[in-house]
């Protein structure tokens, strides 16, 4: 095999799949997100928007990662991009007929949450099956990459066609959802999907699988803890709105921002290693808090967008750090089932990290939420720091699972 994964047709393909796929959900995100808080402008409508995209990953967890390991990975994930694509339409065509208040787009934030929860894990389980064990970091932090083009991409070019029509938004959502499908349609892979029917057991065995590691648990809780209280993805369209008075575009801009300190440094790690990735791992978390902190004083554009370039390059490392670990020391015949646990950590961190914002900015303000959200993640290194001494003498050699 090459050097690079993306001489790899069957890789190129998945990047392209990966990137159009998250580009069309952050499209979403950014209208969406607008919509409902311009409907009341208040900061629980905004919480009640991560609680429901978070509870999908919550209530069908078992099944995510069944489904996964079951079934044919490509079939699971081009059946979810199936549904975002009609979800979308329907949205476009709602919001031309005007039927856009918020209990009517909280159902849609329910139903794309349930599409991304199948789709996620399995999507992840398939890159291991395209790439070879030694170069499996370097595609990680290829398609970290991916990721992070869509994520700057995504949200920028949503604000800028919400500005003109929202329906725009949502229409140019379902043909990258399309492209994706058509991309990757023709990916054949060795999975061997399970025949035996599945039991309790056999659902819960990638929870199982975690505990008993206290190094990969160690690992996902302390992302999941500090993302849950420092994460101010939540709260943008209020500070967009509210303190920096910048506008849809502004929004755009704001969400892109994390990208693009995570794609710097996801293209950095796929061309180097980090030795002692358990130190990286605190370092990267305490950094997240810094600059969540910093975000949050901020009145200023330009510094807030700094501030969460920063943010986004120091959570791409323990991004980073943590798929290696779950994908290396992970068995094939399970991956799915692991991959979707740690979807529910990363869903646990991200949207109830969201209502936890919301919550909070309803009660403090927007500014006092993200500040403390900020103390909080510094709080929480430092506590897992002395949890788990194992992090701290990972080298960052991870082995494979036989």
């Given at each position: 095999m090459s050097a690079s994964p993306y001489a790899l047709p069957a890789f190129r393909r998945y990047w392209l799949t990966r990137v159009c796929t998250i580009m069309a959900f952050q499209m979403q995100a950014v209208a969406?997100?607008?919509?409902?808080?311009?409907?009341?402008?208040?900061?629980?409508?905004?919480?009640?928007?991560?609680?429901?995209?978070?509870?999908?990953?919550?209530?069908?967890v078992l099944w995510i990662g069944q489904a996964a390991d079951h079934?044919?990975?490509?079939?699971?994930?081009?059946?979810?991009?199936?549904?975002?694509?009609?979800?979308?339409?329907?949205?476009?065509?709602?919001?031309?007929?005007?039927?856009?208040?918020?209990?009517l787009l909280w159902a849609f934030i329910f139903f794309l949450g349930c599409a991304k929860?199948?789709?996620?894990?399995?999507?992840?389980?398939?890159?291991?099956?395209?790439?070879?064990?030694?170069?499996?970091?370097?595609?990680?932090?290829?398609?970290?990459?991916?990721?992070?083009?869509?994520?700057?991409?995504?949200?920028?070019?949503g604000g800028l066609?919400?500005?003109?029509?929202?329906?725009?938004?949502?229409?140019c959502a379902a043909g990258l959802y399309l492209a994706a499908m058509l991309a990757l349609a023709p990916l054949r892979t060795p999975q061997r999907p399970g025949t035996t029917p599945p039991t309790l057991a056999h659902m819960l065995a990638g929870i199982r699988y975690i505990w008993e590691r206290r190094i990969l648990l160690g690992t996902l809780s302390l992302d999941l803890f500090a993302v849950l209280l420092g994460g101010a993805t939540a709260l943008l369209p209020m500070v967009a709105?509210?303190?920096?008075?910048?506008?849809?575009?502004?929004?755009?801009?704001l969400r892109s921002a994390p990208a693009a300190g995570a794609l710097l440094v996801s293209l950095w790690l796929s061309r180097h290693s980090l030795r002692h990735g358990g130190l990286w791992m605190f370092a990267a978390v305490a950094g997240f808090g810094v600059c969540t902190i910093i975000f949050g004083l901020s009145h200023s554009l330009?510094?807030?967008?700094?501030?969460?370039?920063?943010?986004?390059?120091?959570?791409?490392?323990?991004?980073?750090?943590?798929?290696?670990?779950?994908?290396?020391?992970?068995?094939?015949?399970?991956?799915?089932?692991?991959?979707?646990?740690?979807?529910?950590?990363?869903?646990?961190?991200?949207?109830?990290?969201?209502?936890?914002?919301?919550?909070?900015?309803?009660?403090?303000?927007?500014?006092?939420?993200?500040?403390?959200?900020?103390?909080?993640?510094?709080?929480?290194?430092?506590?897992?720091?002395?949890?788990?001494?194992?992090?701290?003498?990972?080298?960052?050699?991870?082995?494979t699972q036989e």
């Open positions: 969406l997100g607008w919509q409902v808080y311009a409907w009341h402008h208040r900061a629980m409508d905004l919480a009640w928007v991560g609680l429901i995209s978070f509870m999908p990953a919550v209530l069908l079934f044919e990975r490509r079939v699971v994930v081009i059946s979810c991009q199936s549904i975002s694509l009609l979800l979308a339409l329907g949205l476009a065509t709602l919001t031309l007929l005007g039927h856009t208040d918020a209990r929860a199948f789709e996620s894990p399995a999507l992840a389980a398939m890159l291991p099956e395209l790439v070879s064990t030694e170069h499996l970091p370097r595609a990680l932090g290829a398609s970290s990459a991916a990721m992070q083009v869509a994520v700057i991409g995504g949200p920028a070019l066609l919400y500005a003109l029509s929202p329906a725009a938004v949502y229409t709105h509210d303190i920096l008075q910048a506008g849809p575009l502004g929004l755009g801009l330009a510094l807030s967008m700094v501030a969460l370039a920063a943010a986004g390059g120091s959570d791409m490392i323990s991004v980073v750090i943590r798929s290696a670990m779950v994908q290396l020391e992970t068995p094939d015949a399970m991956r799915g089932r692991v991959s979707a646990v740690n979807f529910l950590f990363i869903g646990t961190s991200n949207q109830l990290g969201e209502f936890e914002s919301g919550l909070t900015a309803a009660w403090l303000g927007a500014e006092r939420a993200i500040i403390l959200g900020g103390i909080g993640s510094l709080l929480i290194a430092a506590l897992w720091y002395q949890l788990f001494p194992e992090m701290r003498r990972h080298s960052g050699q991870v082995a």
